[in-house]
Antibody
């Protein structure tokens, strides 16, 4: 069974940093593009970032470019999102999601999410 | 970026009745070389993460009940639930993957009984 378990969320002040993790199991992690998608309270889904199978390619939404860094450790089956210079508008539940194979077009598995609250 | 617009924003349907949700893209999602529409549908039940229902506009994900169907082409798409069940109460989202990144979602349609 595919499992994605996020952790690392919490309350942080504006300008602060946080590192999210997503532990994957039940599939060959290194064969899949992985993504972060966020959802502000009561709002819709917004794609944040993606990383290629081997970590060689990363992409970001304009709203987080230069502040967030996605990475992965295929030996540990873990996806990360380093979030710096956090803003109030980054407050959201952050989901990790698996891209479909072979073409990474849609998201076929999602974690339960971890809540990030940016507030003073 | 491709903008996805869903209608209506919310919808109330009786048990056993048909529910229809629309999704419109700001540009065509039909790729002429393979005649496929690059659109997916998800639903998100209260307190849960999203779940993939349909991809390629009309292909049901494994395990999704056949009362869910997707149709449409180009810029206009529809998700239909043929006979609404209580467990179908959720927010429904469409997502385009014709031009990525970014992957863009519709704003969501809240389906209630």
């Amino acid at each position: 069974e595919v499992q994605l378990v996020e952790s690392g969320g919490g309350l942080v002040q504006p300008g602060g940093s946080l590192r999210l993790s997503c532990a994957a199991s039940g599939f060959t992690f290194s064969s899949y593009w992985m993504h972060w998608v966020r959802q502000a309270p009561g709002k819709g889904l917004v794609w944040v970032s993606r990383i290629k199978t081997d970590g060689s390619t990363t992409d970001y939404a304009d709203s987080v470019k230069g502040r967030f860094t996605i990475s992965r450790d295929n030996a540990k089956n873990t996806l990360y999102l380093q979030m710096n210079s956090l803003r109030v508008e980054d407050t959201a539940v952050y989901y990790c999601a698996r891209g479909d194979v072979p073409l990474d077009y849609y998201f076929d598995s999602w974690g339960q999410g971890t809540l990030v609250t940016v507030s003073s | 970026d491709i903008v996805m617009t869903q209608s209506p924003d919310s919808l109330a349907v009786s048990l056993g009745e048909r529910a229809t949700i629309n999704c419109k893209s700001s540009q065509s999602l039909l790729y002429s070389s393979n005649n496929k529409n690059y659109l997916a549908w998800y639903h998100q039940k209260p307190g849960q993460p999203p779940k993939l229902l349909i991809y390629w506009a009309s292909t049901r994900e494994s395990g999704v009940p056949d009362r869910f169907s997707g149709s449409g082409s180009g810029t206009d798409f529809t998700l239909t639930i043929s006979s609404l069940q209580a467990e179908d109460v959720a927010v429904y989202y469409c997502q385009q993957y014709y031009t990525t990144p970014p992957y863009t979602f519709g704003q969501g349609t809240k389906l209630e009984i």
